[in-house]
């Protein structure tokens, strides 16, 4: 059980590395084309989740069968429980983001997540300095 516990957490680890900010390392000045509101999940929540959820699917999972069958239970169980904590702990922390589209003066747009409520309008000049945007006036 415990190596099947090990592999769940190794597997949640790395999904999470694999989530990234839009815009995080564009710097540079240029025109809001759009901006969008959205929500975003908790990584933190979903990551504690999954393994809380992994753990105690495979540990359901151990206490079922013997033999072969009770590995398949626990790996299954850890699989299962690690899916479903993950889902729940995402949604435990959902908070509001604005994604803005920014036309930088090399003419090319980019997305930047901000995650307070932007003071510009589609149309404003506005410095972006790692994924922090700015308004020149």
Do not use: H
């Amino acid at each position: 059980m415990r190596s099947n516990c090990w592999i769940a957490f190794l597997m949640t680890l790395v999904l999470a590395a694999c989530a990234s900010t839009p815009g995080a390392g564009v710097s540079g000045t240029g025109v809001v084309q759009s901006i969008s509101e959205s929500t975003e999940a908790s990584q933190t929540g979903a990551v504690v989740g999954a393994i809380g959820g992994a753990v105690l699917g495979g540990w359901l999972g151990s206490n079922i069968g013997g033999g072969v069958g009770q590995t398949v239970a626990t790996a299954a169980g850890s699989v299962a429980g690690g899916m479903a904590g993950s889902a729940v702990g995402s949604q435990a922390d959902v908070r509001t983001v604005w994604d803005v589209r920014v036309r930088f003066d090399d003419g090319i747009d980019r997305t930047v997540r901000v995650y307070t409520r932007p003071t510009f309008r589609p149309g404003d000049k506005v410095a972006v300095s790692n994924g922090a945007v700015t308004p020149l006036r």
